[in-house]
């Protein structure tokens, strides 16, 4: 069965509300699969997800509050199938950090969002709490799209 880690930067907007969306996509189709999230920084390591993030989670009936925050290993690489980055910047630190014998694929999140190809998913820790709404619509759609691709096969 596919495996996902989403990833960002320190595991507290982008990434977790993207794990949300994927288990809900994985609910939709009665499917229990290993879904994670975790980020490239150490500094929010056992936090819960921001505050505006999970709120944006709870207006979609969805909730992020027991996740907490981690870093990518290198043992993911070989328990998920994709692992997928939420910006270019990401992206690069995941190619850097990838061990020579990986199994898992990696991917940048709006490469699954036709048009959207090579874009980043803006971090939207420092803007407006509207910024978090534009999140979730980039990972919800991101995520049906992924979802279809690897799941309804």
Not at 96 to 110: G, I, Y
């Amino acid at each position: 069965m596919p495996s996902f880690l989403f990833v960002c930067t320190g595991n507290i907007c982008r990434s977790p509300l993207a794990e949300v969306a994927m288990r809900h996509e994985a609910e939709k189709r009665g499917l229990t699969l290993d879904i994670d999230s975790a980020g490239t920084g150490h500094w929010h390591i056992g936090d819960p997800p921001d505050p505006r993030a999970q709120r944006v989670a709870r207006k979609h009936a969805l909730d992020a509050s027991t996740l907490r925050a981690r870093s990518v290993n290198p043992e993911d690489f070989h328990r998920f199938t994709h692992i997928i980055a939420l910006d270019n910047s990401h992206l690069s630190a995941l190619q850097k950090m990838r061990p020579h014998d990986a199994t898992a694929e990696l991917s940048l999140m709006l490469d699954h969002l036709p048009g959207r190809e090579g874009d980043d998913v803006e971090d939207p820790y420092y803007g407006p709490d509207s910024d978090f709404d534009t999140v979730w619509k980039e990972v919800e759609s991101s995520c049906k799209t992924l979802a279809h691709n690897t799941l309804d096969r």
